[in-house]
């Protein structure tokens, strides 16, 4: 039964706490397999896309691992680590109650170049779709994606619609178990970038570079440019 003290909370927020709750209470212990996405929605009445919001999350915390079509597991206890975690843009803009669009610039497959194909794990020479996507928020442009991505990982990758779907988030349904490196700079944008965003190409942005990757197999590298006076990066902490 679910509690009533989450009942009121968002949905995926209600399922998130449920199974926290019961990791915390060592109802499900390191290594147990957890329930399924279809006993969740069943549980809750809920969307599977909002199940998965709350599964991603935790596996992004580190308290669940998910292994594609076997199921969700309790993490052990010694996995802890600082995490800058990885969050849809969307659901990000979303939740401030503000409005997200993107549109997509580049969607094509190229040749890697060798510098790229070795961060990707390829031959030089090998294919690898390539999107440039510009994120609005209520209009204003926010971010600037560019991302390469190993097409082995994500073969359907460039048939999505990434007007109404971010990367991040076809790819965390995708190819879901993934560990990253980030990189983080003020940097200015390229002539490109500024065009996109409508800034000027001395304008101090915020760019991050990260590279993604699922049982050691590298994913995707994404450059994402953010104007400095836009964006900004917060975290938090409770011991």
Known sequence: MVSTAIADAPPYTRVKQFLKDGLASGRWPPGALMPSEAELVAMFG?????????????QNEGLVERSQGIGTFAAPLHR??????????????????????????????????????????????????????????????????????????????????????????????????????????ASAPTAEEARLLGIGERDPCLVVVRRTESRGVPITIARLVHPGHRYTIEGGFKP
């Open 46 to 58: 809920l969307s599977r896309m909002t199940v998965n919001r709350a599964l991603r999350e935790l």
């Open 80 to 185: 802890v680590a600082s995490t800058l975690t990885i969050r849809d843009l969307h659901e990000e803009i979303e939740s401030r109650g503000q409005r997200h669009d993107a549109s997509v610039h580049i969607a094509r497959e190229e040749r890697a170049p060798p510098a790229l194909a070795e961060r990707l794990g390829l031959k030089p020479g090998a294919r690898v779709f390539h999107t440039l996507i510009l994120h609005r928020c209520n209009g204003v442009p926010l971010q600037c994606e560019d991302r390469y991505v190993n097409p082995a990982c994500a073969p359907g990758y460039l048939s999505a619609d990434f007007t109404r779907i971010t990367p991040t988030h076809y790819l965390l349904d995708v190819a879901p178990l993934w560990e990253a490196q980030y990189s983080i700079e």
